[in-house]
């Protein structure tokens, strides 16, 4: 069995045309996410790298409670970010400079005065970012990074600067939380090398690592995992895995760590 995730190239009109490297787009496709399909042993999880040319829609998504209500099962997005790289003044919109109700949002959505009630976080490489269900959120211009999330497809556009793209108001509104985003406790700032964890569940773990896992940090791991390297070189079943792919081992004693390799390490919760 193959290690390495299938890959899928994703079009979006805020995408990019020239991908950094390992990645090409097809001649004359903007490409804005590249997706490693999840494994039949670890479905709930999906991993991606975004590619943003332009800014990307205002927009929300529900919490499993939510969509558990509705009856649709388990469907809610949780999601975080790492920044990998960022153009001068890129930024991230995540949730609002001050509380607004529903009302406002609602009419702030429609004239499109959203963007600019929004808080919009300046970002550098290195920069962690964990979005919870129900956050109003955008990712900006310029931006390049490494999105974990819970395997769902459920997103409602909020306001989409005016692309012809369907919106999703009365959905978005029925989960939207109009609260100021807390950075101390949702952000962090990752350095390039060096070990921690980033996300300790319950949806789903993330821990960067420099080499193989310390002991505390492998414990967290007693099953099958995803591999994604930053820096330097991986094996994962014999096989070697390089920065731009993601791999699945079932359990971490199929991994070989170079030491001065730097890996994301994630599961599902």
Request: charged content about 25%; overall charge negative.
């Amino acid at each position: 069995m193959i290690a390495s995730l299938p890959v899928r190239q994703v079009e979006k009109p805020w995408g990019k045309d020239h991908l950094p490297e390992p990645f090409v787009a097809p001649e004359g496709k903007r490409i804005g996410e590249i997706w490693f399909e999840p494994p039949a042993e670890l479905p709930e999880l999906l991993v991606k790298y975004i590619f943003a040319s332009e800014k990307l829609s205002v927009q929300v998504h529900p919490s499993d409670a939510q969509t558990q209500a509705q009856g649709i099962g388990r469907q809610g997005k949780e999601e975080c970010w790492l920044i990998v790289a960022a153009e001068p003044g890129a930024t991230l919109g995540i949730g609002f400079d001050e509380a607004i109700d529903e009302a406002a949002m609602r009419a702030a959505a429609l004239d499109g005065s959203i963007e600019g009630k929004m808080t919009w976080h300046a970002v550098e490489p290195g920069d962690f970012f964990y979005i919870p269900a129900n956050t109003v959120h955008a990712i900006g211009a310029g931006v390049s990074l490494i999105e974990v999330q819970q395997n769902s497809d459920i997103t409602y556009r909020l306001y989409d600067y005016g692309r012809p793209r369907e919106l999703h108001l009365e959905e978005g509104m029925a989960v939207a939380q109009g609260t100021v985003y807390d950075l101390a406790k949702w952000s962090a700032k990752v350095p390039s090398h060096g070990s921690r964890t980033l996300v300790d569940g319950p949806l789903f773990y993330l821990d960067q690592v420099e080499g193989a896992p310390e002991a505390a940090i492998a414990a967290r791991y007693p099953g099958a995992l995803l591999v994604i390297p930053r820096e330097g070189r991986v094996t994962v079943r014999g096989e070697d895995l390089r920065p731009g792919g993601c791999a699945l081992a079932t359990s971490l004693s199929e991994v070989v760590f170079d030491e001065d390799a730097v890996c994301l390490l994630a599961r599902g919760g």
